[in-house]
């Protein structure tokens, strides 16, 4: 560092402290118990007054200065000063501070000193008044501009306190020159608080510097994605990074060995599975640290990722023309704009295009939020978020950890999925904030279970320590300092930290609008053919595909299974297969340890249903889908309930707290099972799947729910 960076270090500090001094709060002063306005800025802007008038460098001064205190100003009176040699350690700081040396006084003495504490004490405010020195000046309005944390409302106040002329100095308006003498108490008092004020102005302005100098430096930046990187043409071509889309390479590379795969997505993960971020995660991150990976325990105790591999498993975009033996390549941080299904190219959204010979689109699909929330301002909406990647589990988490209250809105699959999991997760926490969660549904899953399951259901959570609100809908959103104040319809008010909205997703469609494919518009998603084929050599899959189901008609399906099930099918259909599509696809949900539930077909509460129950089971999970095992529970007598709308309202007390622990529940339509609901019983979704095949009426359901055991 050079003389020259060193005096302009001096200069800037000396600035920032003038900063702090002119803008510090009202002093309070312990003998008289009142309040003291700038007392330390008014004392040392007399002072310096004072010296310009009397300027002279080749003599000493003698300076006579105002001291406010609370009852007016004092007057000391004179104090000599002796200048020492120009070539002192002192007047070599003034002079690189930019300051005449013989300008300064070397020392400053007030009269009717007590003691020698005060005076040295005055003599230690001596060097803080030296250093601001060059801070007061008529460019103080310009100088103060440098700190972007001071107002425009303390500036304005500061010039009502001082005025300068044209040569530079100046007095403050309305200051008299003298008063009667004030107590020697009350001035060290203010000058200690000054000079405290003074250094420590400078030490965090110093130290808030560095700290950031540091941040910045050591921070690389992440380098944009370049498409030049990316092959002109490929073999084949997966538009979206999601479970549909790498299903379909494995399914690819099964039936051709050197198939050279190239993967488009606008994420920055390599391929991931999303069902655990709302389940299996959270359980697993309550024993310990989550790794880069993100491992989490299956409910069978096997250990997985959740990602489908290793970030070594896949091959730079650059090198997948020249890899012999093929494989994939992911090209994150790209949009596809559109697709020219004719001369099969697709082009990215800077314009950049690569031909293919089989394509495939699965975009998946994008959370829904809700007007209230988009139309609000950005305070507002900063307080709030969606949950869908893992960037969100880590951002949800951190709230969590830091004890904060969170609101989810919805009743669905992720909705009460994630209240339990929180809940769960605040178990272990003292003094842990709320989980709400708000809907203006009647019970928990009221869309997918029974009347009387979803309420039994309901009462389930509440138990699980989440504060369940059913019946309400938002009204306003606003924010004060810290929390957002929801209002409810039930006049109710809620206060939360952050909010976040489970609402349902929406199919990522706008590839259509330039590339003359057909979405449908009840349903959304790419209308496609029985071979999941929306134009020749052009096939969707996963949540953005609309497909016919010869059972149950035209359907848009946005589960794990399904992903995968018409990823592989679109994948082998892509080499040639030509298969129809007539997978009856599963799903699956957990809330908390006491329930877990798998499904097919047509799960809807609009349509009549039968359910069969065991009495006074105790059930453990076996399995969550991801891996198969046996399972292994133990059932009792079974009760049988009547269809639902004939069925009144069952509410969850302690004689009834166990009828519903394990069961199955059956759905029709025209008198024919279109789904089958299985409630706390695992590894029997090959059976529902062959039962729902058959298209065909039973006179007796209790018969059909003996062959899913669920009392041996």
């Keep these: 560092m050079n003389i020259c960076s060193l005096r302009g270090t001096q200069l800037q500090l000396c600035r920032r402290a003038f900063i702090l001094s002119s803008n510090s709060r009202p002093a309070f002063h312990p003998t008289t118990k009142t309040v003291t306005i700038r007392e330390a800025h008014s004392a040392l802007y007399q002072m310096v007054k004072k010296q310009q008038k009397t300027q002279n460098k080749n003599q000493a001064s003698e300076t006579k200065y105002p001291i406010r205190s609370t009852d007016g100003y004092r007057s000391p009176s004179k104090s000599s000063s002796t200048i020492k040699s120009a070539n002192s350690p002192k007047a070599k700081l003034l002079n690189e501070c930019g300051i005449p040396f013989s300008s300064m006084p070397s020392t ?16 230690s405010q001596e060097n803080y008044k030296e ?38 100095s100046g007095a403050p308006t309305g200051t008299p020159e003298g008063g009667d003498k004030g107590d020697d108490k009350t001035k060290t008092i203010l000058l200690a608080l000054a000079g405290a004020l003074g250094v420590g102005g400078l030490m965090y302005y110093f130290m808030k510097d560095k700290s950031e100098t540091t941040t910045t430096t050591s921070t690389p930046e992440i380098p944009k994605p370049n498409s030049a990187d990316l092959p002109k043409h490929v073999p084949y071509l997966l538009i979206g ?14 039936n051709d060995a050197k198939a050279k795969v190239l993967m488009i997505t606008d994420e920055n993960h390599k391929p991931y599975m999303r069902p655990p971020l709302s389940k299996e995660l959270w359980y697993t991150a309550l024993k310990g640290e989550i790794s880069n990976d993100y491992r989490f325990k299956q409910w069978t105790g096997a250990e997985r990722s959740l990602y489908f591999e290793p970030e070594e498993f896949f091959i730079e975009p650059s090198k997948l023309s020249d890899s012999e033996n093929g494989g994939i390549a ?56 969606v949950y869908r990647t893992p960037e969100d589990f880590e951002k949800l988490r951190k709230y969590l950890d830091n004890k904060k209250t969170v609101a989810i809105i919805g009743n669905g699959f992720l909705g009460s999925e994630l209240s339990c999991s929180l809940a769960n997760y605040n178990k272990s926490k003292t003094d842990a904030g709320r989980i709400y969660q708000i809907f ?20 389930k959570v509440k138990a699980q320590g989440v504060c369940v609100v059913p019946d309400a809908s938002l009204k306003s959103v ?27 997703c929406e199919a990522n469609t706008d590839i259509a609008n330039g590339s003359g494919l057909e979405v449908d518009k009840n349903l959304g998603g790419f209308v496609v053919n029985a071979e999941l084929e929306a134009r020749r050599n052009l096939f969707v899959a996963g949540d953005a595909s609309c497909f016919y189901d010869p059972l149950l008609g035209r359907r848009r399906v946005e589960h794990h299974d399904h992903s995968v099930v018409s990823g592989r099918l679109a994948g082998e259909n892509m080499v040639g297969k030509k298969k129809p599509y007539a997978h009856q696809s599963m799903f699956w949900s957990d809330l908390g340890p006491e329930i877990g539930y798998e499904g097919i077909g047509l799960i809807d509460s609009s349509l009549p249903t039968v359910g069969v129950f065991a009495l006074g089971t105790k059930t453990e999970r076996q399995t969550d889908n991801l891996t198969e095992s046996p399972s292994t529970e133990d059932g009792e007598q079974t009760k049988p309930i009547a269809p639902s709308q004939e069925v009144a309202d069952v509410k969850c007390n302690e004689e009834q707290a166990d009828n519903y622990g394990r069961g199955v529940v059956f759905y029709l339509r025209d008198d024919k099972i279109v789904g089958i609901l299985l409630w706390n019983i695992f590894n029997r979704i090959g059976l529902a799947r062959t039962i729902i095949n058959q298209n065909k009426k039973y006179e007796d359901l209790n018969e059909v729910a003996k062959l899913f055991e669920i009392h041996s």
């Design 241 to 254: 990074g999601g479970t549909a889309s790498f299903s379909a390479f494995r399914a690819i590379k099964s």
């Design 478 to 504: 606003q924010r004060d300092n810290a929390h957002l104040n929801l209002a409810l319809s039930t006049g109710e008010t809620i206060m939360a930290d952050v909010v976040v909205v489970c609402v349902g």
């Design 108 to 123: 400053i003495s007030s009269p009717n000193q007590q003691s020698m504490d005060n005076e040295q004490k005055i003599k």
């Design 330 to 385: 992911v090209a994150q941080g790209f949009k596809v704009q559109k697709v020219d299904p004719t001369k099969r190219i697709v082009t990215l959204s800077d314009g950049y295009e690569i031909t293919y010979d089989q394509c495939l689109i699965a975009t998946g699909c994008t959370p829904k939020n809700l007007q209230i929330f988009t139309d609000a301002p950005p305070g507002v909406r900063e307080k709030v978020m």
């Design 440 to 459: 203006p549904e009647t019970a928990n899953m009221s869309k997918i279970l029974p009347d009387y399951l979803s309420k039994w259901t309901m009462e």
């Design 131 to 168: 250093l601001c020195r060059p801070r007061l000046s008529c460019n103080t309005e310009v100088l103060r501009a440098v700190n972007c944390n001071v107002s425009r409302k303390a500036s304005s106040e500061n010039k009502e306190h001082s005025t300068c002329d044209k040569t530079g």
